[in-house]
């Protein structure tokens, strides 16, 4: 199984340079395509279809004009996942390429992980292009919320519909209904197409894998009837309940090994981070400790400035998802983008600790099977 994940990772890879090897043939077809508000020619719909399947044939694509820029929200999710004071100034000074551009590509996994994986290697692959945008994920989009579309030759205008929303506390997910006062003349298909296709506008797709468990049609209006925009900050709320969309820490004692520590970041999903797929452990030993053998005085401060280091250092190519503590040691469970170089400096990095020698291990998981097992005790506290 190994060998298969790795030959295909290979094979994605090379797939992935030759698409964007071949892009400058494709893109004025497209462009002139969205331009005249026709279908993509066949023939450039089946060389588009051949070089994304090829990555993975799980994905799908798409073409449109680029979505409009969300208004900045300095409370969401976007800066929540930065590392580092550096890297949320970066964010605020970077004008989103989306508020330049013209067209869109956007990729899409659906539900496969695996897929989502390779489309945000596409994704950090691309190349400059002034006139286009890429998305690794559907975006949400606010603005086509309020606009008339065609679906199946029956045209609605989204302005009409409305949202209800439950939260399923056994999945801690959104189950939703759409309403629209012309579902009741379409066929049921078409009404589940045009609801979830509502939804998608609503969060984007990473949030619906995320946070939104179904989605129902409904041809009669809810009795609390919510516009579809007001879904994020549901979910933003949800993410909140679900440990404080930040760090949370469970306390413990092990017999002969004194008091033990875990802390990790919750809620965490696999669509949070999707290149981050190399797993690495670094054990620090400290010297000055409690009557508990946890970390106190200067070992304490020298532990979160080392930290601190190493998140920086990473940026975007890595994070830290959860730290243990126990029995005079600090050990330290980072994932990082395997493609992206940085690992040989990271490792490097990591041995340079004040204290004493550090160890560094790592390994392939691309399934986040190691942080999965380390976080059941969290979850389980949590009722997740």
Excluded: C
């Excluded at 929540?80 to 970077?94: G, I, K, R, V, Y």
């Excluded at 995320?210 to 925009?229: A, G, I, Q």
């Excluded at 993410?239 to 413990?252: E, F, I």
């Excluded at 979160?304 to 975007?316: I, T």
């Amino acid at each position: 199984m190994a060998l298969f994940r790795r030959r295909r990772s290979d094979e994605s890879a090379v797939a992935i340079d030759d698409f964007w090897s071949g892009w400058g043939e494709l893109r004025s077809a497209l462009a002139a395509s969205i331009d005249e508000g026709a279908p993509v020619p066949a023939e450039v719909a089946q060389q588009l279809d051949e070089r994304v399947q090829r990555i993975h044939p799980s994905l799908t694509w798409e073409v449109s004009r680029a979505p409009e820029p969300a208004p900045t929200d300095l409370a969401s999710s976007p800066f929540e996942s930065l590392d580092s004071p550096e890297a949320l100034l970066a964010s605020l000074d970077a004008e989103p390429a989306s508020a330049r551009a013209s067209y869109a590509l956007t990729l899409r996994a659906g539900d496969d992980d695996e897929a989502r994986v390779l489309a945000e290697r596409w994704y950090r692959a691309a190349p400059e292009d002034a006139e286009w945008t890429f998305f690794p994920a559907r975006p949400a989009d606010h603005a086509q919320l309020s606009r008339t579309i065609t679906w199946h030759d029956h045209e609605l205008d989204l302005s009409h519909v409305s949202v209800s929303m439950r939260v399923n506390h056994a999945t801690g997910k959104i189950e939703a209904g759409v309403y629209h006062p012309d579902f009741m003349f379409l066929p049921e298909e078409t009404q589940r197409e045009v609801a979830e296709h509502v939804m998608l506008l609503a969060v984007g797709e990473d949030d619906m894998v995320r946070w939104v468990d179904s989605v129902k049609p409904l041809v009669e209006k809810p009795l609390d009837p919510l516009p579809p925009t007001s879904v994020p900050a549901v979910v933003r709320q949800l993410s909140g309940m679900s440990g404080g969309g930040g760090w949370v820490t469970l306390q413990g004692r092990i017999p002969l090994r004194g008091a033990m520590q875990l802390s990790a970041r919750h809620p965490l999903h696999r669509r949070d981070y999707p290149a981050l797929t190399l797993y690495v452990q670094v054990v620090a030993s400290y010297t000055e400790a409690d009557k508990d053998r946890l970390p106190t005085g200067s070992s304490a401060a020298a532990l979160e400035s080392y930290a601190l280091r190493l998140r920086e250092m990473l940026g975007a190519n890595g994070a830290l998802f959860a730290v243990q503590t126990l029995g005079g040691q600090r050990v330290f469970h980072f994932y990082l983008d395997p493609e992206s170089g940085i690992f040989p400096e990271f490792e490097k990095a990591a041995r340079e600790w004040s204290e004493g020698q550090a160890s560094v291990t790592s390994e392939l998981d691309p399934e986040w099977r190691i942080i999965e097992q380390l976080l059941k005790p969290i979850r389980k506290q949590l009722g997740r």
